[in-house]
């Protein structure tokens, strides 16, 4: 009986079945991982965007003033008795472990801080009040407190219960406002910005080439003039606009009794998540996640949303994919299909292999010296005299880092383009030269179309790549942030000139660069998800 386990152990270890159940266990454990560091990252991030109940207690400090705070809870901790006094608290008789809370109080215009921990053991009466108010701020951040009026210029139109339905007709009248002002100050008034430095390189370049006539410049002069005219009705649009805009505010009283009247032009939106349904909190999460999306970034990219970052990041991608994949195609099929395989081609293969292994941040340095200084320096004195000494495609931007990234990328598409060849048998070409097709029909009609899925792999991971790369972008063209997109509507639309915004520096940024860690610590989650 023994023997015959011990032969039916051998049969099964000969089988390769051991191998088999080792190698789905590695798949099983590697996709375990992967959901679970997604499901991570989506709790840390997602979860900011709900709304979170609002706390009111009081607070017992070690010199035994007691003070009323007012905000989120936004973590909680143990701490050991003597990390405590490391920190100057005096923790209570014999206690090992302490909890304390950081509670996001808000209100950084009064206090200073936006946050604050508290020890568990001094918080006493903690409660819930409905009426309580959080305003989200253009500028400082979040408000926490109660309404006590709106005014419009100074006068009080609503108090008590009656402010809060007046706040939010206000509120939406004020988001309006503020909507047009943003047009006509970044679109309209942007437009001629924009015309009047058209105008400016071009009588340079008249100037330049000599042609500067007298009949030239009363024509420059009338398109400028037609311009100031244009510019002199929106500053007075604007004028009216922002004199609006500032009418109505709202009076709040903060949780030390300090009262603060803040402008609803400055206010994004106002809620009282202690009074909120089920239904009002899912609405109110899916507008917080789309404006995460769709808005541009505010308090030094710790508030506000990350449009500008998925757009930046989007193109880039889709032009270096433009530009990496003809050239890597191409490539493997003359390494694998028409090169003699000689010396020269074995050495071009194994250059190729290891350009793969380079580290990013010296296509980043080669970038910035050959295609920004050389290039764009090159392009500049050719073509754009009259934007001297300011560069135009001599300094970092989209073009330059989507070359760079596609020269980071070309080994992998023409590693993984050769693999795929090299796959097809030799048998096929043979068949399909002898039935008279040539050699290049043989190699678009069979050849490229069976090496497709290689190809298509060989892409993905290179947008894969591109899209994750940091290093080299922080030289060829991302910045912090960018006060204008690369596609607009001022000819020739899409500027390739332009720096932009891309979402793995915004996460860098945003983690390792934010004067406001705790509340930019969610932000980088959610951007990373």
Avoid: C
């Avoid at 979860?47 to 017992?60: G, L």
Wanted: charged content about 20%; overall charge negative; glycine content about 8%.
């Amino acid at each position: 009986m023994a023997t015959r386990k011990r032969k039916n152990l051998m049969q099964w270890i000969r089988e390769g079945s051991p191998w088999v159940w080792l190698n789905a266990g590695a798949v099983s454990i590697s996709m375990i991982m992967v959901v679970g560091l997604l499901v991570y990252i989506m709790g840390k991030g997602m979860v900011h965007f709900w709304p979170h109940e609002i706390v009111e207690f009081d607070y017992q400090h070690a010199d035994g003033r007691i003070s009323t705070y007012v905000g989120e809870v936004h973590d909680h901790e143990e701490v050991t008795a003597t990390r405590l006094k490391d920190l100057g608290e005096t923790p209570p008789e014999g206690a090992d472990i302490i909890g304390r809370y950081l509670i996001k109080t808000g209100n950084r215009d009064i206090t200073g801080l936006d946050f604050t921990w508290v020890l568990d053991y001094r918080m006493q009466a903690m409660r819930s009040p409905q009426e309580l108010i959080l305003l989200e701020r253009r500028e400082w951040g979040n408000f926490y407190g109660r309404i006590v009026a709106v005014t419009e210029n100074g006068e009080t139109v609503a108090s008590g219960e009656a402010a809060w339905n007046e706040l939010q007709a206000r509120l939406d009248r004020s988001e309006e406002l503020f909507a047009a002002i943003r047009d006509i100050e970044k679109d309209d008034i942007g437009a001629i910005n924009y015309g009047l430095e058209r105008l400016r390189l071009k009588q340079r370049r008249l100037e330049i080439d000599g042609q500067l006539t007298e009949a030239a410049m009363q024509a420059l002069e009338a398109e400028k003039l037609a311009l100031g005219e244009e510019y002199e009705v929106l500053v007075k649009e604007l004028e009216a606009l922002y004199s609006q805009l500032d009418r109505d505010a709202v009076v709040m009283q903060a949780m030390n009794g300090v009262e603060r009247s803040i402008p609803l032009g400055r206010v994004v939106m106002a809620a009282r998540p202690n009074a909120m349904g089920l239904f009002d909190k899912l609405v109110f999460y899916v507008a917080k996640l789309w404006e995460f999306i769709s808005d541009e970034p505010r308090e030094a990219n710790t508030e506000g949303g990350i449009f500008p970052a998925i757009f930046g990041t989007i193109s880039m991608v889709f032009l270096m994919t433009i530009l990496v994949t003809p050239l890597g195609v191409v490539a493997a099929v003359y390494l694998r299909e028409y090169a003699s395989q000689g010396f020269l081609t074995r050495l071009v293969r194994i250059s190729v292999n290891n350009l793969a292994g380079v580290p990013s941040i010296v296509y980043g340095v080669f970038g910035l010296g050959f295609f920004v200084y050389f290039l764009g320096g090159s392009i500049d004195e050719l073509f754009y005299p009259e934007a001297a000494p300011a560069p135009v495609f001599g300094s970092p931007g989209l073009m330059w880092a989507s070359l760079t990234l596609a020269l980071l990328t070309l080994p992998v598409v023409i590693v993984a383009t050769e693999e795929g060849l090299a796959r097809i048998p030799k048998s096929l070409r043979e068949g399909s030269l002898a039935l008279g097709a040539t050699k290049a029909e043989t190699l678009w009609r069979v050849i490229l179309p069976m090496s497709s899925p290689a190809i298509m792999t060989g892409i993905i991971l290179a947008i894969a790549r591109a899209a994750g790369e940091v290093a080299p972008l922080m030289l060829v063209g991302v910045v912090k942030l960018a006060p204008t997109l690369p596609l607009d509507g001022n000819y020739p639309f899409l500027h390739l000139e332009r720096k932009f915004m891309h979402m793995g520096f915004h996460i860098y940024d945003v983690g390792f660069q934010s004067p406001n860690v705790e509340a930019a610590r969610p932000l980088v989650y959610a951007t990373s998800f």
